[in-house]
Nanobody, 125 residues
Framework: QVQLVESGGGSVQAGGSLSLSCAAS????????MAWFRQALGQEREGVAC????????YYAESLKGRFSLSQDNTENTLYLQMNSLKPEDTAMYYC??????????????????WGQGTQVTVSS
């Protein structure tokens, strides 16, 4: 069974940076897509970024391009999300998700069967 464990959330002032990580274990297959979603209080979950470890370009939500970036360590099955120039509207619970194979952009919650428990990011003004 796939397990995803996020870490790295916290509180930061506007303009600051945070890095999130997601460690995956239990995958039955070598190729999969890992994504970040976020959900602010009272809002729907939205896709942030996604990458397929089999190659291809990562996906970023249009509004986050230039501020957020993905990287992955395939030997450790870990996905990282570097978040820079954070804004109060970035405040949300951030979730890591996984699906086998590639992904369709923009990423959709229903396409990812495996989820982490989430990590809170709070940006104060």
């Amino acid at each position: 069974q796939v397990q995803l464990v996020e870490s790295g959330g916290g509180s930061v002032q506007a303009g600051g940076s945070l890095s999130l990580s997601c460690a995956a274990s239990g995958s039955r297959y070598s190729y999969y897509s890992m994504a970040w979603f976020r959900q602010a209080l009272g809002q729907e979950r939205e896709g942030v970024a996604c990458i397929y470890n089999g190659g291809g370009s990562p996906y970023y939500a249009e509004s986050l391009k230039g501020r957020f970036s993905l990287s992955q360590d395939n030997t450790e099955n870990t996905l990282y999300l570097q978040m820079n120039s954070l804004k109060p509207e970035d405040t949300a619970m951030y979730y890591c998700a996984l699906r086998y194979g590639g992904f369709t952009a923009p990423t959709r919650e229903r396409d990812f069967p495996y989820w982490g428990q989430g990590t809170q990011v709070t940006v104060s003004s």
